[in-house]
């Protein structure tokens, strides 16, 4: 009975399989643990439209730093609006990175970000603050690259 079980989970798993960009979920990263995972259980509403909010605003920056992390810049360009064509392709890792402080201000479609960051770069902890300028469009929020540029640090190329 346990050997029946199993072989219909895995049945069932097997036509599960997660077809590639089909994830609502914009915002888990590519290596992220769960996200073959939530691909395969998504799906996605073609009405649904995501709406201006601080929350995903914050997302956005998060997730341009998350594609860093992951050595997939075209993850993060997905956040990005008008990224330098250098972007990505500095050869810095990114190991880690952590945003605090955070503060938003909304007004219509475009936000405005103030953070501190933590970033470890090719092994050397490196701290900066800075302000973010996004805007809003169809797809949602969109980090303009040139405000990261400001931090002064080599994985955003003027």
């Known amino acids: 009975m346990k050997k029946l079980a199993f072989l219909i989970l895995l049945g069932g798993l097997s ?10 979920f914009v915002d888990v990263p590519p290596c992220h643990w769960a996200r073959a995972a939530i691909e395969a259980i998504a799906r996605p509403d073609p009405n649904a439209r995501p ?6 605003a914050e997302n956005a920056l998060r997730q341009v730093f998350e594609g860093l992390k992951c050595n997939d810049p075209l993850w993060s360009e997905r956040f990005l609006q008008n990224p330098a064509p250098g972007f990505g392709r500095t050869g810095i890792a990114l190991n880690s990175f952590e945003l605090s402080g955070i503060q938003t201000r909304l007004t219509g479609n475009r936000a405005t970000l103030r953070f501190s960051l933590l970033v470890v770069l090719d092994g ?10 996004l805007v809003f469009a169809e797809q949602g ?5 040139t405000s990261l540029v400001n931090l002064n640090l080599p994985v955003f190329p003027p």
Do not use: C, I, M
């Open 124 to 133: 050397s902890a490196v701290r900066r603050s800075g302000e973010a300028q």
């Open 15 to 24: 036509l599960a399989q997660p077809q590639a960009g089909t994830s609502p």
């Open 51 to 56: 709406q201006p909010s601080a929350l995903l």
């Open 141 to 145: 929020w969109r980090v303009v690259y």
